[in-house]
């Protein structure tokens, strides 16, 4: 149940408003907080598998990246994973071409792991998408400290397209459910 507010939230307001739901979510009855989680649970994990298959099809060489970011997109609320969507694609391609830069300029040492991180969360605050900050400096991990096979633009060439399977995949599931009337992420209309 991802939460998105209104475009003129201040983060305190947003932090607020988020807490309020939480405690509204932790007095649902136990039967309701099961099947909310298995609904979450099957989407998740359809969106997990819709994105491992083409990706093992593809013979990359690390498609269980497509599950993991479905998984993470994907929300019970088609426009909530959008916005997560976004986010995951900006941060795998600014992060992963700032330390594909800096490992192909400098070399893997811890320091310029740490440049790579910053470099890739400054990056995002310059692009205005600050949001994938944190996605950003993942995905630069990813590239400096995970031993991969191959040219470090092979690695990141791989990485976005298994971020691009994932976050199709989460879209995908997340908007034919919101299709479904009554569905937890189904539009919901006002009068």
Known sequence: ?????????????????????????????????????????????AAA????????????????????????????EFQATQTTARDQCFGAII????????????GEHLATYVIAVVGAMVACGAFNVASASRLSGTTATIIMLVPHDGPPSGVLISRVSEVALGVCAAISVAWIASRFPGSKSAPRRTP
């Not at 598998?49 to 019970?76: D, H, N, R, S």
Request: hydrophobic share 45%; glycine share 10%.
């Open 1 to 45: 149940m991802g939460y998105s507010p209104p475009p003129n939230a201040t983060p305190d307001r947003h932090a607020a408003l988020n807490a309020a739901l939480t405690q509204v979510r932790k007095r649902l009855p136990f039967s309701a907080r099961v099947k909310s989680g298995l609904y979450h649970g099957c989407l998740s994990s």
């Open 49 to 76: 598998l819709i994105a491992y298959a083409p990706a093992e099809i593809l013979g990359l060489k690390e498609a269980f990246w497509g599950a993991i970011t479905a998984i993470a997109v994907l929300q019970t």
């Open 95 to 106: 992060g992963g071409s700032v330390g594909v830069g800096i490992l192909v300029a400098s």
